[in-house]
């Protein structure tokens, strides 16, 4: 099989921080096909030494971490051309700036990894965010080739989204259709209320709503990727009861995430080990069927933040 280095992204270290290369390990090794080597620098530049068959790029350039890849043969580096095949322009999901927004390349890597490890034989998986701020990660599941749903609980949001993805179509001519209603009885309090964008043949649906009630708000079909990125108890403040943890709401709502997902789907679930612990998050979803996943990407963000993904699987 060729020899290949993957250069992992200078920007790698604003997303993971100190712990860039382990994460970077962590995410890689869920890829099948790649027999990954050791971690190389080069003019200041830092390298993943893998081998794979030349089919695998596409994959390889999706991981969060990945810049570019060179081929090397007879101790010649090349550039390998081609991209990621990501759907859109990469600013559709890296444009927008606002308090609260999810790194974009975490968001990417919790997709990487519930992409890995689901296994429901969809053949265009669809997914799930159940706290999805304004959206950083139905954009990238678009980009992607994914259709995707969120649930937010901040009214606000429907409006901020809206008037971004206007601004951005009208700034990339991006061919769109826009379509709003409810999924329930309208309601003064705006819960219910949708917003479909729908573009280059995927579409992403922003509901307004109590993630607690994901079941009855997004509908009965399932869905094969639950992946979110919930308050971090540090400065969203908490969950919907007030309380500085998350943790009362996503024991509320882990019946509901859990029943939106098909046999074999993966939610891939990033959080502040501080609050609440990871035994307290796993015991959240005790009982619902599924099975914790190991895969270890955890990296400390701030004195207050050890960011942690919990990944589980439904079984079959
Ligand atoms: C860390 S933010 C997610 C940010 C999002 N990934 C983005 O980049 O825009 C967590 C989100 O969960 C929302 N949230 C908190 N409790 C909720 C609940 N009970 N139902 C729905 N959303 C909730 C918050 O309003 C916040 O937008």
Excluded at 122 to 150: E, H, I, Q, V, Y
């Amino acid at each position: 099989m060729p020899d290949f280095a993957l250069l992992i992204s200078p920007a790698a270290g604003a997303a993971y921080f100190a712990d860039v290369r382990e994460v970077a390990l962590a995410e890689i090794a869920g890829l099948a096909g790649v027999e990954v080597g050791d971690i190389e620098t080069r003019g200041g530049m830092e390298f993943l030494r893998l081998t794979c068959a030349e089919t695998r790029i596409t994959d390889l350039l999706r991981l969060s971490f990945a810049q570019g890849v060179f081929q090397i043969e007879e101790g010649k580096w090349a550039p390998v051309e081609g991209g990621a095949g990501f759907l859109l322009h990469e600013d559709f999901v890296s444009g927008e700036k606002y308090r609260g927004k999810t790194n974009e390349m975490l968001t990417r890597m919790l997709i990487n990894l519930a992409l890995q490890e689901a296994d429901t034989g969809a053949a265009k998986p669809r997914l799930l965010d159940p706290m999805c701020g304004r959206g950083t990660s139905l954009f990238w599941a678009m980009r992607f080739g994914l259709s995707a749903t969120g649930i937010e609980q901040d009214g606000a949001a429907l409006n901020e989204i809206r008037r971004g993805l206007k601004k951005w179509t009208k700034l990339h001519r991006q061919k769109h259709k826009l379509v709003e209603g409810w999924v329930q009885k309208s309601n003064k309090k705006g819960v219910g209320k949708y917003l479909d964008f729908m573009a280059e043949g995927q579409v992403a649906r922003v509901i307004t709503g109590d993630t607690v009630n994901a079941r009855d708000l997004v509908g009965r079909r399932p869905f094969d990727l639950l992946v979110t990125d919930i308050p971090y108890g540090v400065q969203h403040m908490g969950g919907a009861d007030g309380a500085r943890s998350p943790l009362a709401t996503i024991e509320a709502a882990a019946p509901g995430w859990a029943a939106c997902l098909a046999p074999g789907g993966v939610m891939a679930i990033a959080f502040n080990s501080y609050i609440p612990k990871r035994a307290r998050m796993e015991a959240a979803f005790e009982g619902l069927d599924l099975q914790v996943l190991k895969r270890n990407v955890a990296h400390r963000m701030s004195e207050s933040i050890l960011r942690d993904v919990l990944l589980l699987r439904k079984n079959r």
